[in-house]
């Protein structure tokens, strides 16, 4: 979607130009059959969102609703090209008792804090669980907090879910 508040965004409208992807419905497959599923809204930070959420869940052992919470960074290809960050991580990353974001700066990334209080970007997503119930999870701080959940089906189909 373009945005025609910042002449220097990527999304600004101009001739010839296509704007950052605004989608991201994101499926996760394991052995053919959905584990996670998500998607974000937020134009530039849709694609940082999404994927980070993905790397907390399979990469960090995060169970779906701490991979959804956790802070995020992003790069969002601004005239800048510093990577914005949320306020925990100057706090709470840490490499052997180094901030991660430090370790970062030395092998010459650049970083500048979000000041958004709304955060970088959302997500809403299902985890599909070994039981074979589903579990929605929303974010639970940016933006006010989301809400998800599972429509409960009729009694002929004989799926089980559960609405978090």
Do not use: C, W
């Not at 669980?129 to 409960?152: C, F, K, N, S, T």
């Amino acid at each position: 979607m373009f945005s025609a508040k910042d002449k220097s965004s990527p999304n600004y409208p101009a001739p010839n130009k296509r704007p950052l992807s605004s989608m991201s419905p994101t499926i996760v497959m394991k052995d053919g059959k959905p584990v996670i599923t998500l998607g974000s809204p937020g134009s530039e930070t849709i694609m940082t969102t999404v994927l980070q959420t993905i790397i907390n869940y399979l990469d960090f052992d995060m169970n779906f609703p701490e991979a959804i919470a956790s802070p995020r960074l992003s790069q969002m290809n601004n005239e800048h090209g510093k990577t914005h960050y949320e306020e925990i991580f100057q706090d709470k990353y840490m490499i052997q008792g180094k901030n991660l974001l430090e370790d970062l700066k030395e092998m010459g990334h650049e970083f500048k804090l979000e000041k958004n209080p709304q955060g970088l970007g959302t997500t809403t997503g299902l985890e599909f669980l070994l039981d074979g119930r589903v579990r929605a999870v929303a974010e639970p701080i940016r933006r006010g907090g989301g809400h998800a959940m599972v429509q409960y089906p009729s009694k002929e189909t004989g799926v089980s879910h559960i609405a978090e």
